[in-house]
């Protein structure tokens, strides 16, 4: 069993994922279990305040510490298990795939949602194992990001993909390390008189190859020379 407890203020945005997601189907099998904690319930505060104006002056207000580390510890204690916290942040390391395969090995994983203008410092010394962005520029929460991070992890879980081979194919995949994946193409031969190589359809796996890794290595030289 493969446990993943989100911690949020805002539940609902993550209801019509699990209704509508491709991979509802694995959820009901039970291999993997998704659980959404409500940060208010977690407050000592009698109106349910979780935030509060930061120190130094500036403006927006900050997620406090106390509920955090509560939910947090709530989690691990029902676990009984060793977790990964992380943290969806825009002071986070950008993701990437290898990111993304270093957190799926973990059997209990809690992904908490930052809000306005962060998170209690103090909440991230304590608990969190490691800050993750989805890139630079600012949402107004980390749970679109949090919904971006199942996601990438779920897709490396065996028996989560119907094929899982095909996840070897994608870009920064096994065979693709590092890299973009080349164009694809289907039927027909021809769409507006623009056509499928000839390559892909001469039946020759060898050649086949050497032209998607030409390819892939050219696009990504073109469009990702950070990579």
């Not at 769409?191 to 050649?207: A, I, Q």
Request: one cysteine or more; aromatic letters at 8%; charged letters at 30%.
């Amino acid at each position: 069993m493969i446990n993943i407890d989100i911690v949020t203020l805002f539940p609902e945005i993550f209801d019509q994922f699990f209704i509508s997601s491709p991979l509802k189907k694995t959820f009901d099998q039970g291999s993997i279990e998704v659980t959404i904690h409500q940060l208010r319930d977690f407050t000592k505060d009698k109106h349910n305040k979780v935030d509060d104006k930061q120190y130094g002056g500036d403006p927006g207000m900050v997620l406090m510490a106390q509920p955090l580390i509560d939910c947090v510890e709530y989690i691990e204690k029902i676990r009984n298990s060793e977790v990964f916290t992380v943290l969806l942040s825009p002071q986070g390391e950008r993701i990437n795939h290898g990111i993304i395969q270093k957190i799926s090995l973990s059997k209990n994983v809690i992904l908490v949602c930052g809000r306005y203008e962060g998170v209690d410092e103090r909440f991230i010394e304590e608990k969190v194992d490691c800050e993750l962005s989805i890139g630079d520029f600012i949402l107004s929460g980390g749970e679109l990001p949090a919904l971006i991070v199942l996601e990438a992890m779920l897709r490396l879980i065996p028996g989560v993909v119907g094929d899982h081979k095909s996840t070897l194919n994608d870009s920064f995949g096994v065979n693709f390390s590092n890299k973009l994946k080349g164009p694809v193409y289907t039927r027909p031969k021809e769409v507006r008189n623009k056509k499928v190589p000839d390559v892909l359809l001469s039946g020759d796996h060898k050649e086949i190859n050497k032209w998607r890794n030409n390819i892939s290595s050219y696009r990504t030289k073109i469009r990702r020379k950070d990579l």
